[in-house]
């Protein structure tokens, strides 16, 4: 009775166990040869050869077209090169309508219904042959897009012109940069020759070894080639603004001696004119000057989407420019004005319908109106401001005792706007047209524009230029190639990187770009240095549309300026970066990208 308690009703003995077994194979062979012709076979596939015949129940999970006994892949073994071979005329009329004519015939995909031929790993289904085939036709239908034609990348074979001076460039590529360095004499000298010149010669098509292409290496060397005035060996005269450890130990024997200063002077205004003269008769291009207080860019007639002359003066103070208008000289802030109009379009958007009702008013004398009347109302609330900072004067009954604002300050109060765009971006003053011959009489004879004290002090302004002119020295910016490893995972990979210092101008850096295009294989990257107080010089010259008519003739008139004609295409360009400059160019399968 103990062992009978402890037994479980489901237990059963090891004969128990084999007779059930061999009453469930005796069942299953009869069901299977029972049904041997029915359509069990095709719900059912066969286990190993050592199951003793037994038939595995299908998965319901799987898909019938998936299995081996499925009608379709039967079929298709059946075709197969082991069992027989078949014509290309035999699999068109079995196969029926093609899938391209399936395609097109109706609107909706249908499946064919002939066979279907696998290759011969047999590893493609049909529904994976008719989704490609689906997918290609439809990108090659002329009624559909191309969508691989939109997922490209816009290709830009140039990048906006940059008026700003730089300091340094470093370039770096996965190709190499040994064609730049240890120049021949032969091929310094014959750049140097073609910078006097202002000749270029053309690169080769397609260049397999730049290390031996002496067109290259030449034109190399004659691109770091600028002109300055004045020159001091032991003196570095660019930058000139918030450079005082450049200047600091230095000699400067003209500092205390007044003969000196007014002899330097007298060469620097010489050489200041010529420029002028140049730039007038489009035999230069542009040309800087660096102050110790700001920065001038003179540009010829045509450059920048102008019409003439014109002269970028940034940052400026409100005494240079209250001396500018005593001299005569007539000049705008771009950046302000640019403000203003954004503002006045906004009021004007918002005013529409107040325009719409005064019908024989024009609207620009609506907006000057409603502008006229918010600057009136501003100074009201300045004044009631005023009132109110001084009623609790009245209140302690001790207004009698202080004083107001006098008119002096008021003054100075109502003129705060102006005095806070001083050593500011917005405060870049551009001077047009005949304008700029007066700026170059009030810079000569302005006795701000030289340093009082200072290490500094005594010394003329940097005059810049891309060709000769009077009192000029011709010199080179420095280039050196360096090559580093960086770890890129678990190895190494060479970057090679060329280093260029020096005042690098606009026309330098992009004929830089247009050599480094073929000899890198259209793949480098640029990092670029820029001298911030110049890079305001990119704002914008708006010109009305009738004057940009006129220049149909501009790229021929500055074919003489001394630059190459695709140089010379870009800076005729409008400018587009207003006062930021580019910092990162990027040059990937002959298309750039920038960043400013």
């Known amino acids: 009775m103990a062992d009978q308690s402890c037994y479980s009703p489901s237990f059963k003995k090891p004969c128990d166990v084999l007779r059930m077994r061999r009453k469930r194979a005796r069942n299953d062979g009869a069901a299977a040869a029972a049904g041997s012709s029915g359509s069990a076979g095709a719900d059912s596939r066969p286990v190993s050869p050592g199951a003793g015949g037994r038939v595995k129940r299908r998965n319901p999970f799987a898909s019938i077209e998936n299995t081996y006994n499925s009608p379709k892949k039967r079929k298709c073994s059946e075709n197969t090169p082991q069992f027989r071979t078949q014509s290309s005329a035999e699999r068109d009329a079995n196969r029926g309508p093609s899938l391209r004519e399936n395609l097109f015939m109706s609107d909706r995909c249908t499946k064919p219904e002939g066979p279907v031929f696998f290759s011969e790993d047999q590893s493609l289904f049909e529904e994976d042959v008719f989704e490609v085939e689906k997918s290609s036709l439809i990108l090659k239908s002329p009624e559909a897009p191309d969508l691989r034609s939109e997922s490209r990348p816009e290709v830009c074979r140039e990048y906006p012109a940059d008026w700003s001076l730089k300091t340094r460039v470093l370039v770096t590529s996965p190709q190499s940069f040994s064609w730049a360095e240890h120049l021949k004499a032969q091929e310094e000298a014959q750049g140097l020759s073609l910078h006097c010149r202002a000749e270029y010669t053309p690169l080769p098509p397609n260049i397999q070894d730049p290390r031996s292409c002496a067109e290259l290496r030449c034109g190399f060397q004659q691109c770091l080639q600028y002109w300055q005035h004045p020159s001091l060996p032991w003196l570095s005269l660019f930058p000139r603004m918030g450079a005082k450890r450049s200047f600091s130990g230095k000699s400067t024997p003209w500092a205390q001696d007044a003969t000196l200063q007014q002899s330097l002077m007298s060469e620097w205004s010489v050489s200041l004119t010529s420029l002028y003269s140049l730039l007038k008769a489009k035999l230069c291009p542009y040309f800087y000057l660096c102050s110790y207080q700001f920065t001038v860019l003179f540009r010829a007639a045509g450059l920048s989407g102008a019409k003439g002359i014109t002269a970028l003066l940034s940052p400026t103070t409100r005494g240079l420019r209250e001396a500018m208008k005593a001299d005569g000289i007539e000049f705008s802030l771009p950046l302000l004005e640019e403000k203003r109009k954004s503002k006045e379009n906004g009021s004007s958007h918002l005013n529409d319908d107040a325009q719409l009702t005064d019908g024989n008013e024009p609207s620009s004398t609506l907006t000057s109106e409603h502008s006229d009347k918010e600057e009136e109302q501003q100074d009201d609330d300045e004044e009631e401001d005023d009132d109110e900072c001084f009623s609790w004067l009245k209140e302690m009954g001790v207004q009698d005792k202080i004083k107001k604002p006098d008119a002096i300050s008021i003054k100075l109060r109502k003129e705060h706007s102006e005095v806070r765009l001083d050593h500011r971006p917005e405060s870049v003053v551009l001077v047009e ?50 090559n580093v490893k960086t770890q890129v995972r678990t190895g190494y990979q060479d970057v090679f990187s060329l280093e260029v210092t020096g005042p690098i101008m606009p026309h330098a850096l992009h004929t830089l770009t247009q050599l480094l295009r073929p000899a890198q294989k259209g793949s480098f990257s640029m990092a670029l240095y820029t001298h911030e107080p110049s890079a305001v010089l990119n704002v914008p010259v708006t010109t009305k549309p009738s004057e940009s008519d006129r220049q149909t003739n501009v790229l021929e008139d500055l074919n003489r300026c001394g630059l190459q004609q695709h140089t010379v ?22 298309s750039y990208s920038w960043r400013s």
């Open 433 to 482: 047209g005949s304008n700029t011959f007066t700026l170059i009489n009030f810079l000569i004879n302005c006795k701000s524009l030289v340093a009082a004290a200072g290490p500094q002090a005594g010394l003329p302004p940097t005059l810049l230029a891309p060709t000769a002119f009077r009192g000029a020295t011709l010199h080179t910016l420095k280039a050196r190639s360096v």
């Open 569 to 590: 295409q870009q800076l005729m360009e409008q400018a587009t970066l207003g006062k930021s400059a580019l910092r990162h160019l990027d040059m990937r399968d002959y």
